[in-house]
């Protein structure tokens, strides 16, 4: 549950957006075409992908490698990022299980086609870490439910919904392989569904602010954390899009503490916490230079 000041942060950041999307619909999609690379290595580098960020920009590109990767890990790139393109080009679409397992398709071709675009069943089972996915023989009737209880909830807070949405999808593991990524992929189906941008779950704090957060709901049922993660991480994107799109000239976050007395330290935790309108482009901080 957030408190009240947050979600009226957001509402705030949503009618923004919403005023600038009106005139700038070309441009705003652009911005999230240009962030692709960025979502696609953040999501593989969480489950261990070797590809550096300039490695996955590459690959998206048609341009050579200096190294030699597997082939796995060149369709993860290029499966996820077609996934996302074509979510931008279709950002409405409403969650059920026939989209599930047809993105998981899209997911997983050219990696594993034995398992891409079905839930696990028979004795599919799955272990990440010391978690023990869902029961094969109820994965199906699992998501079914979850999908449904999804789309018919209409009480709780949007954020509250995605973030339970998630703990229960990655608690279930319902596919043999892919599920984190897929997992991510529709958050932001489920963001873009209500006219919102897309997030990035950042892997270079995934052992911090997300990895916990799994160990914690299967005993707990509290998915508290996720709901404050997915809030900080939404705020980002708004203000990255309400930001490029007013602002004169955009600036390192380390310069903006420089020129206004700031300790670096006390900026970046200001800029974690969203108490100021920075956002990360290639994993470095940055702001609205005239921003006071």
Do not use: C
């Amino acid at each position: 549950m957030l408190y009240q000041p947050v979600k009226d942060k957001i509402d705030s950041l949503q009618k923004q957006y919403a005023a600038l999307l009106k005139g700038n619909k070309k441009l705003l999609k652009e911005i999230a075409i240009a962030e692709i690379p960025e979502m696609v290595y953040n999501s593989n580098a969480i489950e261990n992908s070797t590809l550096t960020l300039e490695d996955t920009e590459k690959i998206l590109t048609g341009g050579e490698l200096e190294r030699k990767v597997s082939t796995r890990e060149i369709f993860e790139a290029k499966n996820l990022a077609k996934i996302t393109e074509t979510l931008l080009e279709k950002p409405k679409q409403k969650l059920t299980v026939a989209l599930i397992l047809d993105l998981h398709k899209m997911l997983l071709t050219n990696i594993d086609d034995k398992v891409a675009g079905r839930f696990r069943s028979g004795k599919e089972w799955v272990r990440v870490g010391n978690h023990l996915g869902a029961n094969p023989s109820f994965v199906s009737s699992l998501m079914q439910e979850l999908t449904t209880e999804y789309n018919s909830n209409k009480a709780d807070y949007f954020l509250d919904k995605i973030a339970h949405f998630h703990a229960e999808f990655e608690t279930i593991h319902p596919f043999v392989d892919g599920n984190g990524r897929l997992g991510r992929v529709l958050i932001n189906l489920q963001l873009m569904n209500m006219r919102l941008p897309p997030i990035i779950i950042q892997n270079k704090s995934k052992n911090k602010e997300y990895y916990p957060l799994f160990t914690k709901y299967p005993v707990t049922l509290n998915f508290n954390g996720f709901t404050q993660l997915f809030a900080l991480l939404l705020q980002e994107a708004l203000h990255k899009r309400i930001t490029m799109l007013t602002a004169k000239k955009i600036i390192p976050l380390s310069l903006w503490a420089l020129q206004n007395g700031i300790k670096t330290n006390i900026a970046a935790n200001k800029a974690k916490r969203q108490t100021i309108p920075s956002f990360r482009l290639r994993e470095k901080w940055v702001i609205d230079g005239e921003y006071k």
